[in-house]
């Protein structure tokens, strides 16, 4: 499948050219980049004298333009107060626009591909929209000077308001088209952050809440075009199966439906509305090749996990310190965990709308990975991947699910598209089922732990075997020598670098039950593992869970882990009485540069853990959004809570057993907790904020549960269907 | 065939088989794409809608169901419902996508209820699904809106 790319000694491409995902981190042409090559077929991007990133209307308006999509994490606030603040722009009047696709110039400056996950969007940005905002402002700056014969260093910005102390002064509107024609400074000068007025401040809201509290944001559902037609795919009820053979008879009957026809992944109904398409793919029937499809039931995966992680056999390591052949002498704490496949559920179900004719490919849809669904899309269809257009979208979510590593519902609906040609619009719906049944899971994950405890009461030295599926196989990003995202909470803990012995191995199974990131990606069984651990130490130490982390931070320099530990649990009253069958459980976990310290009280009410209250702090590097922080710890928490309670997507005889939200049960507004956030001053650059909740809920709970019962938790979710 | 259906104060002709659910009429056909699709079983609360000043699930209920009966959706309430500016002020929407519906499911239920408890508002809400979990904001604009209206 994967052909290299061929490029003519000229550098010109050939008309067939196929990028292999590969290219992305791996082997190149010499000379050529791999932007270069990703970006092949890019149109060039006529943007103002502001540059890529700002545009100024004749009214003085400033656009922030966005490279990263915004699918509810409030990246465009974020990322609009960097420009704004550096900018000195008057921010009621700052707009924000979705950047198109071009891997060279919108890249993610920490993937080298344009594309929005892993908490990165402010962190890649910080300092090139500081820049380009502080460039724009010296170019208003150098032409009032110009302008009134004076000093730049005596002119003064603030609110789109340009000044001199002799009281002259001039709105951007009014200077904009002399500073268009200054040359933009090569290194602007940045403000000292202590000097920040904007960021840092409950100012900085989103600008799309009037949208979505009126039914007029657009979404990819939304689309609708001339010619349009509507699409949905019979699936395989089987992971790995194939299409042997359909009947379309009862299909072709139903009113609406236009083209019925083979494609990679299944059957496609292509028809004039929703309705039709979907009636008429119920309609169809398929027989399916089930050769190589999973059959087995989760029973059985997650013993095989735990029989691999016992045998460790052909484990590869992620940490090995210490003599390890005799330090496991003796009585050891050993534990094991399991954890299910999780969908991911965003309410938006996935969909796409393409049109292609030839070599003429346009993308409309929340598009949350550019690069890598060019170059799937390149592949599927063979075209130039820079030339494939896309506008991206808001999204009703994503938590991963929309930037896949195959191009999935993407390139699904590229293949239809070209099947239908004429460049006529073709919008592919997934059903809440589709989306549900597939696949791209959050992985099945098993733990295995055997710890040394010292004399100390504190571990000695840490035995850490972890199964699981590759999320990062066959994906364009390094592979590495481990599968880190398996292990990632593990690797570089604290409670790690204060044991003297470290032997970490993870073993790799297979499965043709897709697999993803999901909201946090490893902290989302790590931080159980590996807090709850922790909490049973310190009750076999008979030492409080507090003072034994603290004890382990401290001997790790682990000052972060302690500052937001120690403001969570002042802001939660830890060791003040609660009231009879109410607990608190405390969890600090570090994940995309941030570290995020909860502590959840919890009851029990009819067998089901009730959490009520859920203090949060943070520290995530210099604070942009305050009050977008907080939505982030209060939408992680509820995120990691609804999966740690009732998430688990299950197979039985290799079909899945969960279709909808019927059966996929999610916190609703009955069981939600009330989230409070309290963030840790500091002068770093920004680190991540949609993501660093998530983790610690789920052993923030179970440590709550284990004080409240005495009895550990060794799988999630809390609540079995 | 064509069928009357009486959106947001304008009676409309529209063509689809009577079991045509209503909110596939709503997006498809009338292009009123505020009600969303979420699960097409009645479980999400994104597709929600009134009926005669009732919540109801738009994509469960055949159009066929709906002769005489009054239906308002989200573009029905021009933007100028308290609750609308509760959500603005609190910056409730995250992704956004079932806030059409949380916002309709919350005007019904103030409409009934002008001063909704802690207790009114998980009845009325709790049939409404945020991935984003955005819930303490809705909560609390809820509160907000109903202040506002009696002040």
Not at chain 1, 247 to 275: L, M, R
Not at chain 1, 522 to 534: D, F, K, R, S
Not at chain 1, 582 to 590: C, L, M, Q
Not at chain 2, 75 to 87: C, F
Request: net charge positive; proline share 5%; glycine share 10%.
């Amino acid at each position: 499948m994967n052909k290299p790319v061929t490029l003519s000694q000229n550098g010109t491409t050939r008309r067939d050219l196929v990028v292999g995902a590969s290219l992305v981190g791996g082997a190149l042409l010499v000379g050529c980049s791999p932007t270069d090559i990703l970006n092949l077929g890019a149109k060039k991007i006529d943007f103002g004298a502001f540059g890529p990133f700002i545009k100024i209307g004749a009214d003085g308006a400033v656009t922030v333009i966005s490279k990263h999509i915004e699918f509810g994490q409030g990246t465009h606030a974020g990322l609009a107060a960097i420009v704004a603040e550096e900018l000195d722009a008057d921010w009621s009047r700052v707009l924000v626009e979705q950047s198109p696709a071009n891997t060279k110039v919108y890249q993610n400056l920490l993937f080298g591909a344009q594309g929005t996950g892993g908490s990165t969007a402010i962190a890649n940005s910080w300092m090139q929209l500081r820049q380009a905002g502080a460039s724009a402002r010296a170019m208003f700056v150098q032409a009032a000077s110009s302008k009134w014969r004076v000093p730049a260093a005596e002119i003064t910005v603030k609110d789109s308001v340009v000044s001199h102390a002799s009281g002259k002064s001039a709105s951007f509107a009014d200077l904009l088209k002399d500073a268009a024609k200054v040359a933009p400074p090569t290194a602007p000068t940045l403000k000292d952050p202590k000097t920040f007025t904007l960021i840092g401040t409950q100012k900085v809201r989103r600008k799309d809440s009037l949208a979505k509290s009126t039914g007029t944001a657009i979404y990819t559902q939304d689309i609708h075009m001339p010619g349009m037609l509507t699409a949905m795919v019979a699936h395989a009820p089987r992971f790995g199966a194939k299409v042997a053979s359909y009947d379309d008879t009862e299909a072709k009957k139903v009113k609406g439906v236009v083209k019925i026809f083979k494609i990679a992944t299944g059957v496609a109904v292509v028809a004039e509305n929703t309705w039709a398409a979907k009636q008429g793919r119920d309609a169809l029937k398929v027989t399916w090749d089930e050769s190589k499809a999973e059959k087995r039931s989760t029973p059985e995966i997650a013993q095989s996990y735990a029989k691999i992680a016992s045998a460790r056999s052909d484990g590869t390591p992620f940490e090995a310190r210490g003599d390890a052949t005799t330090a496991f002498g003796g009585p050891l704490h050993t534990a094991t965990f399991d954890f299910p496949y999780l969908a991911h559920a965003s309410m938006e179900p996935m969909n796409c709308v393409a049109q292609v004719d030839g070599q003429k490919v346009k993308l409309t849809y929340g598009c949350q990975g550019p690069t890598m669904d060019q170059v799937n899309v390149a592949k599927a269809i063979g075209v130039l991947p820079g030339a494939i257009e896309i506008e991206t979208l808001t999204t009703g979510g994503s938590f991963g699910r929309r930037a896949t590593v195959d191009g999935d519902y993407v390139v699904e609906c590229a293949r239809i598209a070209k099947k239908i040609g004429g460049f006529t619009p073709v919008k592919l719906v997934w059903t809440r089922e589709d989306d549900m049944l597939g696949g791209h899971y959050r992985p099945m994950v098993h733990h295995n732990l055997a710890i040394k405890v010292g004399v100390d009461g504190y571990p000695a030295a840490w035995r850490h075997t972890v199964v699981t599926q590759s999320i990062m196989k066959g994906s364009p990003m390094p592979q590495g020598k481990f599968e880190a995202a398996a292990v990632e909470g593990v690797l570089g803990s604290p409670y790690l670098k204060a044991a003297s012995v470290v032997d970490g191995q993870v073993i790799l199974a297979e499965s043709p039950v897709s697999v993803l990131w999901w909201r946090s990606v490893g902290g989302t069984h790590t931080a159980l593992v590996m807090e709850h651990t922790i909490d049973q130490l310190a009750a076999k130490a008979g030492k409080d869970p507090v003072d034994y982390r603290r004890a382990l931070y401290t001997k790790a320099d682990a000052k972060r882990h302690l500052a937001v530990m120690d403001l969570a649990t002042q802001k939660a009253g830890w060791g003040k009485p609660l009231p009879a069958g109410t607990a608190r459980g405390i969890a600090v976990h570090e994940s995309f540069g941030s570290v995020v310290a909860q502590v959840a009280e919890v009851s029990i009410i009819d067998g089901v853990p009730r959490v009520g209250r859920v203090v949060c702090a943070v520290d995530c590097g210099i604070a942009i959004a305050p009050d977008q922080i907080a939505a982030q710890m209060e939408g992680a928490v509820t995120y990691g809570l609804s999966a740690a309670l009732f998430g688990e997507i299950t197979l039985k005889d290799g079909l899945v057993q969960q279709h909808n939200f019927d059966t996929y049960r999610v916190l609703r507004q009955n069981e939600a907790p009330t989230v409070e956030t309290y963030i840790v001053p500091s002068g770093a650059n920004p680190s991540g904020i949609g993501e660093p909740g998530t983790p610690p809920i789920a052993p923030a709970v179970a440590n709550a549960l284990l004080a409240l019962t005495g009895k550990p938790t060794t799988s999630l979710p809390f609540v079995k269907a | 065939m064509s069928i009357a259906l009486e959106v947001n104060g304008k009676t409309l002709q529209v063509e689809a088989a009577p079991d045509t659910p209503l909110l596939w009429v709503l997006r498809d056909e009338l292009k009123m794409t505020g009600s969303k699709f979420g699960c097409g079983i009645a479980q999400c609360g994104a597709c929600t809608v009134h009926a005669d000043g009732q919540p109801i699930r738009s994509c469960s209920t055949p159009i066929e169901a709906l002769a005489g009966v009054k239906i308002t959706t989200i573009e029905g309430l021009n933007g100028d419902h308290p609750l609308q500016a509760a959500w603005v002020k609190h910056d409730v929407p995250q992704c956004g996508y079932c806030q059409s519906g949380q916002i309709m499911a919350a005007a019904a239920l103030l409409a009934e209820k002008p001063h909704p408890t802690d207790a009114d508002i998980n009845a009325a809400m709790s049939g409404n699904i945020c991935r984003c979990g955005a819930y303490q904001r809705i909560r609390a604009a809820i509160k907000d809106a109903a202040a506002s209206k009696s002040a």
